[in-house]
């Protein structure tokens, strides 16, 4: 505090000198000015009096010298001004050569005016300067003063989440249980001597719902939540992030029992080493500076840690270790059940019409996250509103739900009728795979109608549960529904196009992880072949590293290849059996661009389409 008021005072001393000199400067310039003027005397008046040049004479007491001066108006209309001592002396002269002087009455100047009021000005002047640059200099150094400072954000409220507000966690709130009966009676623990644990490191998507849980935590233990991203950490000024690393527990600790949450901790917390420069880096020293606050010197009682990341696999090891966080939860992707319960949260406040199933919604979304299946409502209550109407309606979250996860629908592109033909057999064949085939279906909904993503149509199944683990069987079918639109076009066409690209690519990944992964060849055995980037050098991906032969890399392709064209015959096969249905199924796609999957179901058991008004 005392060098910032130093360079202030400094600062303002400066300036006035300068002031000083500017007004010593004009008083020089205007006295030179001055002097270089020749004076009018009273010898030259008296010349020019006797000599008859003089016309008028206007004597002003007290104008110019305190004594007085005289206006002396010449022949030629000039004017002059003579200074002079004594103004009765040159009343008295000049009526004694005969001319009529003009004598002003007696000017008094005011006191006021000529003492106080420069001197107020002055002072004023140098005043303003004053604060003027008290001003500038003082927000410059309180810049440069918060320039360590923490930017975690208090909220003594934490938005009022609590855990009923968490939906489709279940497990994960029983974990942070403890947690919160810690911060709402920590003599409890301590009476037994447990330790509470000090970090909790939570781990998943994005989207999962890893922030709203930890608000949870401090919204129903109702203690202070200190938020901040690990970025906010981070500057190019070696020394900075430790310095709010720990002005960040400073304030914690007098807020404490209280939650810090550090969002996106990889930012600040990867494996040293590792990035530009070595260990000497910012980042580094921001790292070594969070280490020893969690667990080193300091003492932070009371002060529990959550960090949220999707990528602990880069975290440094030092700070995943007991005492630092000492608990790890990993939040996945809610289930079924759990995607039912969190679109119940998210349309508490909206209305929803009578047709509406969130069960059946929460199975045709598998894989969506907390935060998808949010957007998912939001979209649905936008295209409520955007079309007037009071009640969202079953078919507003289907459309939702495909311009979220395929795209939005290109009902106004023109197709031409053969293009619309073969993907309606594309789609058929997928389709018929889902329906035949015990563990990738049902069919929910298929369409010819373009979408936003580039495809030409889609295939919506329908899984009636969510599945944990991948068996052999069903990978092997999902290989066998992905050739099914290919193998259609060549049934129908005696031709093939390039709309099966993606599906090719999509089963020979598929493929490749049952050999490489999950070890489900019996000619490569159950060994991990798996390309891994597990080498990182100066904070950059080397890319994969070849960790097999090349003759095991043969072996692998063709095992690959096997897998694929066997899954491509058993597809044929079925196809085949149930042309029919495939047939039937594209005239009534052709005619009706889209089906929902009671109508498909229903071909299989008349053998038939019957053809109906559109």
Same mark, same amino acid.
């Given at each position: 505090?005392?060098?910032?008021?130093?360079?202030?005072?400094?600062?303002?001393?400066?300036?006035?000198?300068?002031?000083?000199?500017?007004?010593?400067?004009?008083?020089?310039?205007?006295?030179?000015?001055?002097?270089?003027?020749?004076?009018?005397?009273?010898?030259?008046?008296?010349?020019?009096?006797?000599?008859?040049?003089?016309?008028?004479?206007?004597?002003?007491?007290?104008?110019?010298?305190?004594?007085?001066?005289?206006?002396?108006?010449?022949?030629?209309?000039?004017?002059?001004?003579?200074?002079?001592?004594?103004?009765?002396?040159?009343?008295?002269?000049?009526?004694?050569?005969?001319?009529?002087?003009?004598?002003?009455?007696?000017?008094?100047?005011?006191?006021?005016?000529?003492?106080?009021?420069?001197?107020?000005?002055?002072?004023?002047?140098?005043?303003?300067?004053?604060?003027?640059?008290?001003?500038?200099?003082?927000?410059?150094?309180?810049?440069?003063?918060?320039?360590?400072?923490?930017?975690?954000?208090?909220?003594?409220?934490?938005?009022?989440?609590?855990?009923?507000?968490?939906?489709?966690?279940?497990?994960?709130?029983?974990?942070?249980?403890?947690?919160?009966?810690?911060?709402?009676?920590?003599?409890?623990?301590?009476?037994?001597?447990? &330790?509470?644990?000090?970090?909790?490191?939570?781990?998943?998507?994005?989207?999962?719902?890893?922030?709203?849980?930890?608000?949870?935590?401090?919204?129903?233990?109702?203690?202070?939540?200190?938020?901040?991203?690990?970025?906010?950490?981070?500057?190019?000024?070696?020394?900075?992030?430790?310095?709010?690393?720990?002005?960040?527990?400073?304030?914690?600790?007098?807020?404490?029992?209280?939650?810090?949450?550090?969002?996106?901790?990889?930012?600040?917390?990867?494996?040293?080493?590792?990035?530009?420069?070595?260990? =000497?880096?910012?980042?580094?020293?921001?790292?070594?500076?969070?280490?020893?606050?969690?667990?080193?010197?300091?003492?932070?009682?009371?002060?529990?840690?959550?960090?949220?990341?999707?990528?602990?696999?880069?975290?440094?090891?030092?700070?995943?270790?007991?005492?630092?966080?000492?608990?790890?939860?990993?939040?996945?992707?809610?289930?079924?059940?759990?995607?039912?319960?969190?679109?119940?949260?998210?349309?508490?406040?909206?209305?929803?019409?009578?047709?509406?199933?969130?069960?059946?919604?929460?199975?045709?979304?598998?894989?969506?996250?907390?935060?998808?299946?949010?957007?998912?409502?939001?979209?649905?209550?936008?295209?409520?509103?955007?079309?007037?109407?009071?009640?969202?309606?079953?078919?507003?979250?289907?459309?939702?739900?495909?311009?979220?996860?395929?795209?939005?629908?290109?009902?106004?592109?023109?197709?031409?009728?053969?293009?619309?033909?073969?993907?309606?057999?594309?789609?058929?064949? =997928?389709?018929?795979?889902?329906?035949?085939?015990?563990?990738?279906?049902?069919?929910?909904?298929?369409?010819?109608?373009?979408?936003?993503?580039?495809?030409?149509?889609?295939?919506?199944?329908?899984?009636?549960?969510?599945?944990?683990?991948?068996?052999?069987?069903?990978?092997?079918?999902?290989?066998?529904?992905?050739?099914?639109?290919?193998?259609?076009?060549?049934?129908?066409?005696?031709?093939?196009?390039?709309?099966?690209?993606?599906?090719?690519?999509?089963?020979?990944?598929?493929? &490749?992880?049952?050999?490489?992964?999950?070890?489900?060849?019996?000619?490569?055995?159950?060994?991990?072949?798996?390309?891994?980037?597990?080498?990182?050098?100066?904070?950059?991906?080397?890319?994969?590293?070849?960790?097999?032969?090349?003759?095991?890399?043969?072996?692998?392709?063709?095992?690959?290849?096997?897998?694929?064209?066997?899954?491509?015959?058993?597809?044929?096969?079925?196809?085949?059996? =149930?042309?029919?249905?495939?047939?039937?199924?594209?005239?009534?796609?052709?005619?009706?661009?889209?089906?929902?999957?009671?109508?498909?179901?229903?071909?299989?058991?008349?053998?038939?389409?019957?053809?109906?008004?559109?």
């Amino acid at each position: 505090m005392n060098t910032k008021n130093e360079r202030a005072g400094n600062r303002l001393f400066l300036w006035l000198i300068i002031f000083f000199f500017l007004i010593m400067f004009f008083q020089i310039f205007r006295t030179t000015v001055s002097m270089q003027t020749v004076p009018y005397t009273f010898a030259a008046f008296q010349e020019d009096i006797n000599a008859g040049r003089v016309t008028g004479v206007e004597i002003m007491p007290n104008k110019e010298t305190p004594t007085g001066s005289v206006r002396v108006t010449f022949s030629d209309e000039t004017v002059r001004t003579l200074n002079v001592t004594d103004v009765t002396e040159i009343e008295q002269f000049t009526r004694q050569k005969g001319l009529d002087p003009v004598v002003d009455e007696v000017r008094r100047e005011s006191w006021f005016l000529t003492t106080i009021v420069p001197v107020l000005l002055v002072a004023a002047i140098c005043l303003f300067f004053f604060f003027f640059m008290n001003t500038q200099a003082g927000g410059a150094n309180a810049k440069m003063m918060d320039f360590g400072k923490s930017r975690a954000k208090l909220n003594k409220q934490a938005d009022k989440v609590t855990l009923k507000d968490v939906a489709g966690l279940d497990e994960e709130k029983q974990d942070l249980d403890e947690l919160i009966d810690f911060l709402k009676d920590p003599a409890k623990y301590t009476a037994v001597g447990a &330790r509470i644990p000090k970090g909790v490191l939570l781990e998943g998507a994005p989207g999962t719902g890893k922030t709203l849980l930890a608000k949870a935590v401090a919204g129903e233990a109702n203690v202070p939540f200190f938020s901040i991203s690990g970025s906010d950490f981070v500057e190019m000024f070696v020394g900075v992030g430790a310095s709010r690393v720990r002005d960040m527990f400073e304030e914690a600790k007098k807020n404490a029992p209280c939650i810090v949450f550090i969002d996106e901790i990889d930012a600040v917390a990867r494996r040293r080493g590792t990035g530009l420069g070595g260990g =000497h880096d910012e980042r580094e020293q921001t790292l070594n500076q969070l280490l020893v606050e969690m667990d080193g010197f300091g003492v932070n009682e009371g002060i529990i840690v959550m960090a949220a990341t999707n990528r602990v696999d880069i975290l440094d090891p030092a700070i995943l270790r007991p005492g630092r966080f000492d608990r790890k939860i990993s939040v996945a992707p809610p289930d079924v059940k759990g995607r039912e319960e969190i679109l119940k949260v998210h349309s508490r406040n909206k209305p929803l019409g009578d047709d509406v199933d969130l069960k059946k919604v929460a199975q045709t979304s598998a894989g969506f996250t907390g935060a998808d299946l949010e957007n998912l409502m939001n979209e649905s209550a936008i295209k409520t509103a955007r079309e007037g109407r009071k009640f969202i309606t079953q078919a507003d979250i289907d459309t939702s739900m495909i311009k979220i996860g395929i795209g939005t629908e290109k009902k106004s592109r023109i197709i031409s009728d053969k293009e619309k033909r073969i993907t309606a057999y594309h789609e058929a064949g =997928h389709a018929i795979l889902f329906h035949v085939l015990p563990d990738v279906g049902p069919v929910h909904t298929i369409s010819v109608i373009p979408t936003g993503m580039g495809a030409a149509g889609y295939t919506m199944p329908l899984p009636a549960k969510d599945e944990m683990f991948l068996t052999r069987g069903k990978m092997l079918q999902e290989i066998m529904v992905s050739l099914g639109g290919r193998i259609a076009e060549e049934l129908v066409f005696d031709d093939v196009t390039t709309g099966a690209s993606s599906d090719i690519q999509k089963a020979t990944a598929e493929a &490749r992880k049952m050999v490489t992964r999950y070890g489900f060849s019996s000619n490569i055995g159950t060994i991990n072949y798996e390309e891994q980037a597990d080498d990182v050098f100066l904070g950059y991906d080397l890319g994969h590293a070849n960790k097999h032969s090349e003759l095991i890399a043969g072996e692998i392709d063709r095992e690959v290849k096997a897998i694929i064209d066997s899954c491509y015959q058993d597809a044929k096969k079925i196809i085949e059996q =149930h042309i029919d249905v495939l047939h039937s199924a594209a005239q009534l796609l052709i005619s009706r661009e889209k089906l929902t999957g009671e109508e498909f179901e229903a071909l299989f058991d008349t053998g038939a389409a019957e053809e109906t008004e559109a």
